[in-house]
């Protein structure tokens, strides 16, 4: 499929942390994995328990590279996920803002790619650099370190949430409103 971006795990560290992401990306309908030099190899079985039902339909099929150049030579725009500030000339985008331009290039036929750096440091600037944008995610300043599955979630969540079925507000059988707790107790 390449009506989606590829969603580029960049030196992983944990067989369980590629899982968790595998299976974030199936949660919202991605299914392009790919992998830059896994640190504890690949295939890797603590990925594909961790995993769940995504293993067949996201890590089977996940490409995996030498380098970040290789995983990201047939994207036209590649984003770069950092928390931290690089000083580098690129635009910074929040997920629901590069999503939104992700959405765009690809409709325009464009392949898009995001990098997420390892658990323990993240991207380097050399990775980076391979970027055109870089996305950062607006949590508190005092302690800023999302997992890798987490990180992979709000992206994932920010690309399809305007492409998956999803009533904002489901009354459900209610219908009226809602009891009060004093109500709700007796």
Same mark, same amino acid.
């Given at each position: 499929?390449?009506? %989606?971006?590829?969603?580029?795990? !960049? &030196? $992983? %560290?944990?067989?369980?942390?590629?899982?968790? *992401? *595998? &299976? *974030?990306?199936?949660?919202?309908?991605?299914?392009?994995?790919?992998?830059?030099?896994?640190?504890?190899?690949?295939?890797?079985?603590?990925? !594909?328990?961790?995993?769940?039902?995504?293993?067949?339909?996201?890590?089977?099929?996940?490409?995996?590279?030498?380098?970040?150049?290789?995983?990201?030579?047939?994207?036209?725009?590649?984003?770069?996920?950092?928390?931290?500030?690089?000083?580098?000339? +690129? $635009?910074?985008?929040?997920? #629901?803002?590069?999503?939104?331009?992700? &959405?765009?290039?690809? +409709?325009?036929?464009?392949? !898009?790619?995001?990098?997420?750096?390892? #658990?323990?440091?993240?991207?380097?600037?050399?990775?980076?650099?391979?970027?055109?944008?870089?996305?950062?995610?607006?949590?508190?300043? #005092?302690?800023?370190?999302?997992?890798?599955?987490?990180? !992979?979630?709000?992206?994932?969540?920010?690309?399809?949430?305007?492409?998956?079925?999803?009533?904002?507000?489901?009354?459900?059988? *209610?219908?009226?409103?809602?009891?009060?707790?004093? #109500?709700?107790?007796?």
């Amino acid at each position: 499929m390449t009506d %989606q971006p590829a969603i580029i795990l !960049v &030196r $992983p %560290q944990m067989g369980e942390n590629i899982g968790a *992401a *595998a &299976r *974030a990306m199936l949660n919202f309908g991605l299914t392009r994995m790919r992998i830059v030099d896994p640190r504890d190899g690949w295939p890797n079985p603590r990925a !594909v328990a961790m995993a769940s039902g995504a293993a067949s339909r996201v890590l089977d099929h996940a490409g995996v590279f030498a380098d970040v150049a290789g995983a990201v030579a047939d994207c036209d725009f590649v984003f770069a996920t950092t928390a931290r500030g690089r000083e580098l000339p +690129k $635009p910074i985008y929040t997920p #629901e803002a590069a999503m939104t331009e992700a &959405r765009a290039r690809i +409709k325009a036929g464009q392949k !898009v790619g995001i990098l997420f750096g390892p #658990e323990r440091t993240g991207l380097e600037n050399d990775d980076i650099t391979r970027a055109n944008a870089i996305i950062t995610v607006p949590v508190n300043p #005092e302690f800023f370190s999302l997992n890798l599955g987490q990180a !992979v979630l709000l992206t994932a969540y920010e690309y399809s949430r305007h492409t998956l079925d999803a009533v904002p507000v489901d009354p459900g059988l *209610a219908g009226f409103d809602p009891a009060n707790q004093t #109500e709700i107790e007796k």
